[in-house]
């Protein structure tokens, strides 16, 4: 009941069926999110330039470590710290027309994963256990405490970069196996797991079969081939029971319109005579 005794109104029907197709298929990406978290926590855990992140500095942890390592890439190719800031997005811009000056804005023109794990982890970095405490106290008196969180976000981006290029290649190196997958492979490898179909014996060459190699034979067929056969001469009709085998009883044929053949007399040979 509200204040001049009218009762209170809910939602409509239709808000009300948009708000649980919502719900539902936040719970449907829940379900489906957690093994891929779970899986990229596992591969942070052995990876080397993550273990290196997480362990170097605070507030980085295993997802924060694969996002940045991911999207940063080979910090060699950045030539300082301040391109790898400008390339993240969190660079300051300035905008000044004489004596007028525009507050500055970040540019947020990097990958926005790496801005998201940066911010995440100076979230965790401005707690009283972390080192950095101080420098956020002193930034959030001047300038806030979201414009604090980014200043930091932006000094861990720094100090990432360092930690990945001292590194050099062993930063990109890929993760070492799990006990689990090892696991794995002795099971497949076991007697009673399933093998693979053999390839089927096909000729890989023309001409005669290898030594080593089996020809490949025809499949048989259940009833002979009975068909007619045309014989090269259009009169002529052979019936084969079997192919390329003609019968024997059957005498060929011979042509109907053959001319006759005539005898030649010694008066024709000789005309002399």
Same mark, same amino acid.
């Given at each position: 009941m509200v204040a001049n005794g009218s009762p209170r109104r809910g939602l409509p029907q239709t808000a009300r069926e948009q708000v649980t197709v919502a719900l539902a298929m936040i719970d449907a990406l829940d379900v489906q999110l957690a093994p891929a978290t779970k899986e990229l926590r596992d591969y942070a855990r052995r990876q080397t330039g993550c273990?290196?992140?997480?362990? +170097?500095?605070?507030?980085?942890?295993?997802?924060? @470590?694969?996002?940045?390592? +991911?999207?940063?890439?080979? @910090?060699?190719?950045?030539?300082?710290?301040?391109?790898?800031?400008?390339?993240?997005?969190l660079d300051i811009t300035v905008k000044q027309s004489d004596a007028h000056r525009a507050p500055g804005r970040l540019s947020r023109q990097?990958?926005? +994963?790496?801005r998201w794990a940066l911010y995440e982890a100076a979230q965790q970095a401005r707690h009283p256990r972390s080192p950095d405490r101080d420098y956020y106290l002193q930034a959030a008196e001047r300038i806030g405490g979201n414009r604090a969180c980014l200043a930091l976000a932006r000094k861990l981006l720094k100090r990432c970069y360092h930690t990945l290029r001292d590194l050099g290649e062993a930063a990109l190196a890929p993760a070492k196996r799990s006990p689990i997958s090892v696991r794995a492979r002795q099971v497949l490898a076991h007697t009673d797991a399933p093998r693979p179909a053999p390839e089927t014996l096909l000729p890989t060459h023309r001409g005669r079969p290898r030594k080593n190699e089996r020809p490949q034979r025809l499949p048989q067929r259940d009833t002979p081939i009975n068909h007619h056969v045309a014989d090269p001469e259009p009169t002529r009709i052979v019936d084969r029971s079997k192919a390329g085998r003609p019968r024997a009883q059957d005498p060929p044929l011979r042509r109907a319109h053959a001319p006759p053949t005539t005898r030649r007399t010694q008066t024709q040979d000789n005309p002399n005579a």
């Open positions: 273990k290196a992140l997480i362990a +170097a500095h605070y507030g980085i942890d295993e997802l924060c @470590a694969v996002t940045i390592l +991911a999207e940063l890439g080979d @910090a060699r190719r950045f030539d300082n710290s301040r391109d790898a800031v400008r390339y993240g997005g990097g990958p926005p +994963a790496l």
